[in-house]
């Protein structure tokens, strides 16, 4: 029987016996960790393999379904009351662990920094920028890939002596947006209109890796220190997300180099209120990546809502030809843009909800499925895309509901910086879109 005789002292120890009895304290501890879980929050009910391990969460993530499962399982604790409390400019929950998997090149961004004092001070340095205040020619912007989209419809889509051509405007709705945060980024669009393709492959790579994300185990490992030291992406690589961000380091390099010019764009904005060169880097990748994609997804299904619905469809028509268009853009939280469970943390002294106590360090998420669809806030045909909704409400009745679809933005300390670009851009392209007569 072999022996580790140099341990304690010399006296004998059986390694046999060492292994198995770690294992009994390792699953002990996990044991223990789990009950101590599932009894912290017993007082809310919910699935039971949800309370004792992630594998339940992991696997309806996985299969697609999550969003469904927490329309059913919601309405219990949805509340838009208690989100713009935990959202509030002085509240005292943080961000969760989710935020890890934002954070790119080992640099924090104003997504990814979970610190509320640095966080803060970063916001307060990029916020005029977002809200168009630095950049005289922001509606110019998106107005100029308006009118690029309108000539990649017009050269290639629209049908010509009887012949009928295919558009995939799931694509092209995404070429805009790249097109548009580029142009706001750097002066200047990456071109993907243009050249009527996805260039270096991106948004392919954005469409496989965004979803891995709300996997909470691969979430995890992607987060660790070790793991990113070998299998982030890098500005080397030649094609998807990291080419973009290659592309984009090589122009901030040039902003902070000897010749700079300022100019006034997103990027002139960093600069100048004080982002070192690693922070404008990693502020401009996450925002060309969650803003497009997000934007992409409203301007889709807010797309298939009114082409596959003939009132909505004779509505909107009736409403351009008379020049006043209504709030179409408040009807896409029927399908929000982001529908991931995004975790805030509770206070360590804990917090209450009807009358319930949350335990400190409780990892908070809210269904965005769910709460658009709440038929207390938005009557029962709340799963229905039903923009005249936002003409018949008055009063109180109109501005909490208006307060409800706000959250898909979020609100307070957690409020979306690109609102102001994505409602020029949804504002903008529904209009232009329809003039063409192309439906």
């Known amino acids: 029987m072999l022996r580790l005789d140099t341990l304690l002292g010399g006296v ?17 501890s996990s044991s223990a960790k789990r009950i101590s879980s599932y009894r912290r929050l017993r007082a809310f009910d919910g699935p039971k393999w949800a309370s004792l391990s992630q594998t339940w969460l992991s696997y309806k993530t996985i299969s697609g379904g999550l969003y469904l499962t927490m329309l059913d399982m919601s309405t219990k604790y949805d509340d838009p009351d208690l989100l713009r409390r ?24 104003t997504i990814s920094e979970k610190d509320e004092q640095k966080r803060t001070e970063m916001r307060a340095k990029v916020v005029n920028r977002y809200a168009g205040e630095d950049n005289p020619n922001l509606e110019s912007s998106v107005g100029n890939r308006i009118m690029d989209l309108v000539h990649l419809i017009e050269a290639n889509h629209l049908p010509t ?25 750097f002066s200047q669009p990456f071109g993907y209109l243009k050249k009527n393709t996805d260039l270096f492959d991106y948004i392919n790579t954005v469409r496989t890796y965004i979803p891995v994300l709300d996997i909470p185990v691969v979430n995890t490992i992607l987060s660790s220190a070790i793991v990113r030291m070998f299998m982030a992406p890098t500005a080397k690589d030649r094609i998807g997300m990291v080419k973009i961000m290659g592309i984009a380091k090589e122009i901030v390099g040039e902003r902070f180099g000897p010749d700079t010019k300022v100019q006034n764009d997103m990027l002139g904005s960093f600069v100048r209120h004080g982002l070192t060169h690693a922070e404008t880097e990693s502020e401009v990748l996450l925002r060309i990546i969650v803003g497009t994609d997000s934007t992409a997804t409203a301007v889709r299904c807010i797309f298939y809502y009114i082409v596959t619905n003939h009132r909505i469809y004779s509505g909107l028509q009736k409403e351009l030809d008379e020049a ?50 709440s038929k207390a806030m938005y009557g029962a045909d709340a799963d229905i895309f039903r923009p005249e909704r936002w003409l018949e409400a008055e009063g109180e009745e109109l501005q909490a509901t208006i307060r409800s679809v706000e959250l898909v933005f979020g609100t307070g300390k957690y409020r979306c910086l690109g609102k102001t670009i994505t409602f020029l851009e949804l504002n903008k392209i529904f209009a232009e879109a329809w003039s063409l007569q192309w439906l």
């Open 12 to 28: 004998p120890v059986d390694w046999r016996l060492v292994v198995f009895s770690s294992v009994i304290l390792l699953c002990l």
């Open 86 to 109: 935990i959202n509030a400019a002085r509240s005292a929950y943080t961000r969760g662990a989710w935020y890890d998997g934002t954070k790119l090149d080992n640099i924090h961004n």
């Open 161 to 185: 002596e009887g012949t009928y051509k295919v558009i995939d405007w799931a694509h092209v709705v995404q070429y805009f947006t790249m097109d548009v945060l580029t142009n706001v980024a």
């Open 324 to 373: 006043d268009l209504h709030r179409l853009d408040c009807e896409f939280g029927v399908w929000p843009p982001v529908a991931s469970l995004i975790y805030k943390v509770t206070p360590p002294v804990g917090d209450m909800h009807n009358v319930k106590f949350i335990p400190g360090g409780t990892n908070i998420a809210y269904s965005a499925w769910a709460v658009h669809r």
